[in-house]
């Protein structure tokens, strides 16, 4: 059966990619280019697409002895994920850049390069799990919770799934990089980034939204929880909820960006109690184990990639949208980041978090 290797050049793909060969694949690897180099935070070469990770991606397919490409999806990067980015951090949204290309990048576009090139499955270096039961594929998390990140990957299609392989599901980063250095492939010792790919350079994503879009920057208030002006900020692109660092007001006592309200473009900060949500709005679901939310339902939900699961009830709200209500309060909900619903190990399915009710 041949398979396409997603490589990005880090040690993660490179071994899910030796795994594929050494089960008897026919594997391709290839190297998805998302960013023109000079726009691909000013080309650092943490990013997956920089010369260097494709080099590291290159070696790693000569030492296996694969064919490999570098499949130029620049154009479907831009035109998608940038501009939601942008779109998202205007709106006093935090995007989340790495859910939104898996979808409709990485394993979207990649899949129908996939077909094109006459393979039947794709393969990537996510630490996640593909598990048949009764005749269906389900989403799971890695046996390796710890670095678990099925969250990243709710919003794939659960169609696609059939054709999916994870092959680093059972093992640890620990293990992942021995059998890297068994093979002698460059990337064994290469640090990983969790850096936004396109924003990794100095000054991060704040620096990159000034000089991609710095008309989205527009002066304004901070308040209080009394509504009351405390300071003045810069723009309300710079901030997320749940922040606590690089605020620019003198307290006492720990200040949260516990509010952004794009209407009235000002930032509220206040004590982290005001940041504690017991309630969410979501909407725009993606379902993997059902069609739709049609009773109240119970899951163990996470509100961002390295939080634990906490128990909710999602209550359907019409056909795509619902109230989730946590037995206990969470910290900094953020609108534009995603809410990952789980029975168990299996991915449930999740949805966009657009507002924390008091």
Known sequence: MRVVAAMSGGVDSSVAAFLMKREGREVIGVTIKTWPKEECGGGDDKMCCSLDSIQYARSAAEDMGIPYYVVDLSKEFAEKIKKYFVEEYARGRTPSPCVYCNSKIKFGCLLKKAR????????????????????????????????????FLYDIPKEELMYLDFPLGELTKKEVVEIARGENFMSAEKKPSQDICFASGAGGYKKYLEKTAPDIFVPGDIVNAAGKKIAEHKGIAGYTVGQRHGLGIGSHEALYVTKIDAKNNAVTDSGRENAMKSRLRVKGFNWLIMDELNRPRSFGTRIRYNSKKAEARVVPKGKDEAIIEFSEPQFAPAPGQAAVFYEDEIVAGGAWIEEALE
């Open 116 to 151: 094109e090139m006459g393979a039947q499955r794709i393969a990537t270096g996510h630490y996640a799990r593909i598990i048949k039961r009764g005749g269906k594929c389900f989403l799971a998390e890695a046996v390796n919770g710890q670095g678990d990140q099925s969250y």
